[in-house]
């Protein structure tokens, strides 16, 4: 096979030849960058633990589930997340629920039993988000998922049912 | 030589130890610092005051790592390269003045540690030793990537040390002289190297880059190609020692610099006057006394040079990029080693006309 060469020109101007102003421009260049580090402390880190970066709105953290005043969640165990999540992580147990238990809230028929997110499976589509029709589960902001081990990593209803204020 | 010379000596030795080392260690805060500044990071911050006891954490950790060897290496140039690489930077370091003699109980000492009247050819022996160590350990290590670095490495010094040699042959047409205190006198007197042969200055100041394997002619240690050159074997104290050396060869090189471009122990031309004129403000009758407070101005005066120097080594390593490797041979070959053999020929000129005529 022959192969094709392309001649790209490579000619430069005597000026641009002179590689020294280049090179004491771009020096310039990194000198005020220098000064504004040294003199003004200005960086564009942050310093992780102490600062977080905060993420928008919609960003899709660790999920949770919402709950009303009596802190009874509103998952009423439809298991349309479980249908339609992708990665297939998530297991719903339905129960019946006892109405007496929740007397000023809407009047619901089932509960979940036990709710399981495997977050190691998880793809973070927020697509159970988007399917719950009483918008019981939800993703938050937090995004420090790391556990110590595996079985940490699947969050059950006791976990997913925690404090989040606002989206986490 | 008495007693009080030897003295003298085997503390000058020991202060000059100290002080490289430690400013060795400053080096490398000031390099991983200054790099975070120029990049818009924060750079080493958790250890003591601004991230300053970060080099004592690293030479902790180098001491208490495992040192291996590496099993089909040569044992004893493997061993032996990271004890060279280090000393002969600071063998260099010997003939280097740092100030003008002091003068202590009708002594004169020298304030360099080797008295010798021709003293730059000792650091021109010494700088042109430094390529071994870099080989040594690089074959020794019996690793290809260490090969390659170590070869490259041993051109790219050869390709330099001849136009740094031509254009330290220009200077010392220029000063007349190989003793470098008669360079300092000599800019002093007049004004500084770089001013008289500022192609020399140039040539010089590059051929130091390559020599010190510093960026933009880090080629022996190319992270991307090779991937750490010639001390890729090595590991805990025998790397630090390699590392080590590198700033100790940039102090002894900003050292050389200061020295022979510009005006070394005196801060500026004429500048001296000013100095002896805040001596005398102390008002102290003794000549010997005022004399020895002057020396004090001086050492100031080539430690800052050497702290700006070793700024522009830093500065100038995270601005550049690297050199392609026949880029680098085409420049030393092709473009400084005429251009060092013409100005020698121009310094020629220059001095026997207008200097010493
Ligand atoms: S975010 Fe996507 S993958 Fe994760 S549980 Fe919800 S539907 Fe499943
Ligand atoms: S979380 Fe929402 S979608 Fe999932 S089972 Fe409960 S109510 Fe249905």
Same mark, same amino acid.
């Given at each position: 096979m022959v192969t094709k060469t392309l001649n790209v020109s490579r000619k430069h101007e005597i000026k641009e030849k002179f590689y020294l102003i280049a090179v004491l421009q771009g020096m310039w260049i990194t000198l005020k960058y220098f000064c504004r580090g040294f003199f003004l402390w200005k960086s564009y880190t942050i310093n992780y633990p102490e600062e977080k970066r905060n993420y928008s709105q919609r960003f899709r953290g660790m999920h949770f589930i919402s709950y009303d005043e009596n802190k009874i969640e509103n998952c009423t165990a439809c298991y349309l997340c479980q249908t339609v999540c992708p990665a297939e992580c998530i297991t719903i147990i339905a129960e019946e629920r006892d109405p007496l238990k929740n007397p000023s809230g809407v009047w619901k028929e089932k509960k979940p039993k036990s709710f399981d997110i495997d977050a190691l499976r998880c793809c973070f589509c927020g697509m159970c988000e988007e399917s719950c029709p009483k918008d019981a589960i939800k993703l938050s902001r937090? %995004?420090?998922? *790391? +556990?110590? +081990?595996?079985?940490? *990593?699947? %969050?059950n209803l006791d976990h997913l049912k925690r404090e989040v204020k606002g989206r986490g | 030589m008495d007693l009080i010379n030897i003295v003298a000596t085997l503390i000058k030795i020991i202060l000059l130890f100290a002080i490289s080392l430690t400013a060795v260690a400053f080096c490398t805060w000031l390099e991983r610092r200054g790099a975070a500044w120029i990049q818009g990071r924060r750079g080493p911050c958790r250890v003591g005051p601004f991230g300053l006891l970060q080099p004592v954490a690293d030479g902790i950790k180098f001491f208490f790592k495992e040192s291996f060897v590496p099993e089909k290496s040569n044992k004893f140039f493997y061993l032996a390269a990271p004890i060279l690489t280090l000393t002969i930077p600071f063998l260099a370091m010997v003939s280097i003045p740092f100030a003008e003699n002091l003068y202590i109980l009708n002594h004169e000492i020298p304030m360099r540690i080797a008295r010798f009247d021709s003293g730059i050819l000792l650091v021109i022996a010494f700088t042109g030793l430094e390529v071994y160590p870099v080989m040594i350990g690089g074959w020794a290590s019996n690793n290809k990537f260490s090969v390659l670095g170590s070869l490259r490495a041993a051109s790219q010094m050869i390709a330099y040390e001849i136009s740094m040699g031509l254009a330290l042959l220009s200077m010392i047409l220029v000063y007349g002289t190989f003793d470098m205190n008669e360079m300092v006198r000599f800019q002093e007197k007049w004004m500084w190297g770089c001013f008289i042969n500022p192609i020399a200055a140039l040539i010089f100041w590059f051929s130091i880059f390559a020599e010190t394997n510093r960026l933009p002619c880090d080629i022996p240690e190319g992270e991307s190609e090779i991937v750490a050159g010639y001390h890729l074997e090595y590991g805990a104290m025998k790397f630090a020692l390699f590392f080590m050396s590198e700033y100790v060869a940039m102090i002894m090189a900003s050292a050389l610099i200061a020295t022979l471009f510009f005006g070394g122990y005196s801060l500026l031309p004429g500048f001296s006057l000013v100095e002896k004129g805040i001596v005398a403000l102390f008002s102290i009758r003794s000549e010997i006394v005022n004399h020895n407070l002057f020396i004090i101005f001086q050492l100031l005066s080539i430690f800052l040079k050497i702290a700006f120097f070793m700024f522009v080594f830093i500065w100038v390593r995270w601005t550049l990029p690297r050199f392609r490797f026949d880029q680098l041979m085409d420049l030393g070959w092709k473009i400084l080693f005429p251009l060092a053999l013409a100005n020698v020929l121009l310094m020629g000129i220059v001095s026997y006309f207008f200097i010493y005529r």
């Open positions: 937090n %995004y420090e998922l *790391a +556990t110590r +081990t595996r079985e940490q *990593a699947i %969050y | -």
